[in-house]
């Protein structure tokens, strides 16, 4: 597939000019880089992705994961991108040196990220799936347990997942009835169904590894009861003899999009011989989990923005290339016809998908230079990132993934019939990411942990910490040329979010908890959409910086364009944060009044 799917020239601005990598390289931690190097890492993931993954896009879409013989079959070009993933160190890219990493920095490998997702998201999927699982077998497996499962896993020969939802419970992790019995043999033994489970079984490796979630026998209810298991399809046993372990593939979806890679239906134990390993401590399988949750999270926000990226290149290709129409004025139908790029509504549909794909790739590198700067700074700065993180990941989790929607959903329409066709790249975009706002937690769930756990937890601190950042950035801009409008309307609507926030949380104390959190998914759109802007305010910043100082004639229209679509978001997307205001400040439980059965013929 031909195309432009990502700009390595925007990715560097954000990496360098607007949150500086060369910075990080100055700690201790990542002192064996330089910038030099870090590009180095940067040209390695473009050259990778226009030489193995990008030509299979269409292909692995075309040729969807299918079930025989009790096997999973994928592309067949899966198994060498996983042995050049697992070759390349990208599995284990950001682990510390001293787990065999290559301990680069999470802003740098963000943008990696950025450029595999948006030349072929489902041929990332099965490495981010694999570095997931085996960050946390790291964290909280028992010795015997890594070295059994982690060089195989590092190297790209054996997947990794995360098994967690199951047919009766879907997100509700407390009713999960998968159960794990003990025996004097060092092992549990299995029993239960996982679904919708990514990568859960192919043949382009020799094993897959289950991070897995179920309940010990005997165990207490609800969430407090859920231990964290290693469940392999293969066991090993004797010296490195690889055993069936009693798992079984029972359905592949057939999904709408994402179909590079299977989403499976599994069995445990159906034949009472599916052996798991317990990770950590009974009962504490939930926290523990959470870390790959949050970084898968944080992973599906990145896809959905990349995916957007992708999509937007490629209808600003067709835009420069597709002539139709005139100028409006121009009435002699023998002039040329224009590209349609010259048409105000066609800029206008651009401008949407590249405020939405570039301001939500600044929201993603914000949270990584956080989790970097948990090795960069003295350990009594920590709270402050990890707070952040906290309160960020919801957010950077759902915008990318609503707004992702409708970003592509404009890239279809500036192809017009074409883009609805399978000849151009846009639909398959659409289609890809349209899962994202669904799988690690719908955006419903994201809104209530947003407003129902992240802003109020420590009595505030991690919202004063977030207004703290913003409005550094504020004080930053209000000294440039041109930025202090953009500045004053950041401020004003920080001021909103804090009495809005305010309010919300009294009405918790007065109407109760299901009529506080019943708009939980709006306050995360509003909150969204501010944390965007914040981020098109730093880009502004860096971009008018340079034009202020050294910038090359070359660069000009680049950081012009990057003022203007600065200029596009805050006239054009933060004004919406007004009818979200209003209705959450209203109070009317309209949502809790209406009962099911009100929803008659």
């Known amino acids: 597939m031909a195309g432009k799917f990502v700009s390595m020239r925007n990715l560097k601005f954000m990496i360098y000019e607007v949150f500086d990598a060369v910075a990080l390289t100055k700690s201790d931690y990542y002192r064996q880089h330089n910038q030099k190097a870090l590009d180095m890492v940067l040209d390695a993931s473009m050259k990778l992705a226009q030489k193995k993954l990008n030509p299979l896009f269409e292909e692995m879409d075309r040729k969807a994961p299918y079930l025989e013989d009790g096997q999973v079959k994928v592309h067949p070009q899966v198994r060498p991108i996983l042995k050049e993933f697992g070759e390349g160190g990208w599995i284990g890219a950001t682990f510390p040196e001293a787990w065999d990493g290559q301990q680069i920095p999470s802003l740098v490998y963000c943008a990696c990220q950025v450029i595999k997702c948006s030349s072929n998201y489902s041929a990332g999927a099965y490495m981010g799936l694999t570095s997931g699982a085996a960050r946390l077998i790291h964290s909280f497996a028992s010795d015997d347990l890594k070295e059994t499962y982690l060089p195989n896993m ?81 066991r090993v046993e004797g010296k490195g003899k690889l055993v069936p372990n009693d798992v079984a593939v029972s359905q592949v979806f057939h999904k709408m999009g994402y179909r590079g890679t299977p989403i499976t239906e599994l069995s445990f134990g159906d034949k009472d011989d599916c052996r798991c390993f317990l990770v950590g401590k009974p009962h504490q399988g939930l926290m523990y989990m959470f870390q790959m949750m949050n970084e898968a999270r944080i992973g599906v926000g990145l896809g959905a923005a990349a995916i957007a990226s992708a999509a937007y290149y490629a209808a600003l290709e067709y835009c420069k290339s597709r002539p139709q129409g005139r100028k409006l004025g121009q009435k002699d139908p023998l002039t040329p016809q224009v590209p349609i790029i010259e048409h105000a509504d066609v800029r206008r549909m651009l ?251």
């Open 351 to 601: 401008l949407f998908q590249r405020a939405i794909a570039q301001g939500s790739e600044g929201l993603l590198m914000q949270c990584a230079l956080y989790e970097d700067f948990l090795h960069t700074t003295p350990k009594a700065e920590h709270e402050r990132w990890e707070l952040l993180l906290d309160l960020l990941t919801p957010v950077a989790k759902s915008y990318p993934s609503e707004m992702g929607i409708l970003a592509t959903s404009q890239a279809v329409q500036c192809l017009g019939g074409y883009g609805y066709c399978e000849d151009f790249p846009v639909e398959q975009h659409f289609r890809d990411c349209r899962i994202h706002a669904i799988h690690e937690g719908t955006t419903g769930i994201q809104g209530m942990d947003l407003l129902g756990r992240k802003v109020i937890m420590k009595e505030g601190k991690a919202l004063k910490y977030y207004l703290e950042e913003a409005r550094a950035t504020i004080a930053q801009a209000r000294d440039l040329t041109g930025l202090k409008p953009l500045a004053e309307k950041l401020e004003a609507a920080l001021a909103t979010l804090e009495k809005t926030t305010m309010q919300l949380a009294g009405l918790a104390m007065t109407k109760g908890a299901e009529v506080f959190l019943a708009d939980a998914t709006l306050y995360l759109e509003y909150f969204g959409i501010i944390a965007i802007a914040w981020q098109w305010l730093k880009q502004a910043i860096a971009a008018q910086q340079a034009l202020d100082s050294t910038a090359k004639a070359a660069d000009h229209n680049f950081y012009q364009g990057k003022i203007i679509t600065a200029r596009y978001f805050f006239a054009y997307e933060l004004p919406k944060i007004k009818g979200l205001m209003d209705r959450l400040l209203d109070g009317d439980p309209l949502t809790v009044e209406m009962q099911s059965g009100h929803f008659s013929d």
């Open 154 to 234: 590092m190297a790209g020969k054996w997947q990794g997942t995360m098994a967690l939802t199951e047919p009766q419970a879907g997100s509700s992790l407390s009713d999960i009835t998968t159960t794990a019995t003990p025996t004097d043999k060092g092992y549990y033994l299995l029993k239960g169904q996982k679904v919708f489970i990514s990568a859960g079984d192919h043949d382009g490796v020799d094993n897959v590894v289950h991070m897995l979630l179920a309940r010990i026998e005997g165990a207490p209810p609800g969430v407090k009861g859920i231990s964290l298991f290693l469940v392999p399809k293969l």
